[in-house]
């Protein structure tokens, strides 16, 4: 096995630089299209690192359109309940350097964001996010650098929203089976009941 661990190396094995158009793509303010593609998305991924490098990566949920985009370079993304790790959280606190892909259910291009973040808990647009009456009690204030769409072959190959290669979910554990067997002194069945009760009465 060979190891790669230089640039000149990489670019070699792959024999040609990136196209004009991957160049050119990465654009700096919300345009409408980004803008659209962030109204219609109930879904992302967020992406951040401690100071000591260890990097996080966590899934973000709510109807579409609660990501706010507040101004050409700013997005307001509320915090909902959660197992209270917040791992998220803690490391933008330290260390403010975020990427972000969104999700539109059905299509298969994503959209990229990159840019630095703030944890607030007073800003004004929060009370727009509340849900059932209850508001986040934190957002993140997104100060974006890049943003720029992803082409579709990821999920084109993976199938993603193929209903025909979908699991189905009775033949996998629960996931408090899945946590009683790796922790260990867990009844799975108990953990499955209370994870069930966080989902009915817990989400916001």
């Excluded at 000591?52 to 990566?57: I, K, S």
């Amino acid at each position: 096995m060979k190891r790669i661990d230089d640039e000149t190396d990489l670019r070699e094995l792959y024999g040609k630089e990136p196209s004009e158009r991957a160049l050119k793509k990465v654009i700096n303010r919300f345009d409408p299209h980004c803008r659209h593609f962030i109204s219609l998305s109930p879904f992302l991924v967020i992406s951040s690192s401690s100071p000591d490098g260890h990097l996080d990566c966590s899934p973000r949920g709510d109807p579409p359109g609660f990501v706010q985009v507040l101004d050409d370079t700013t997005l307001l993304l509320p915090d909902r309940p959660g197992n209270n790790r917040l791992d998220t959280l803690s490391n933008l606190v330290a260390n403010p350097e975020v990427a972000l892909i969104f999700f539109l259910p059905g299509v298969n291009e994503t959209l990229r964001v990159n840019g630095t973040a703030e944890v607030v808990e007073d800003h004004p647009a929060l009370g727009d996010a509340a849900i059932n009456g209850r508001a986040p009690k934190s957002g993140l204030v997104i100060h974006v650098r890049e943003i720029y769409l992803h082409c579709a072959k990821a999920l084109i190959r993976s199938k993603f929203w193929d209903p025909e290669v979908q699991i189905e979910r009775k033949s996998f554990p629960t996931l408090g089976q899945m946590i009683a067997d790796q922790a260990g002194g867990m009844d799975g069945e108990a953990q499955q009941a209370s994870i069930e009760i966080a989902y009915k009465e817990g989400l916001y």
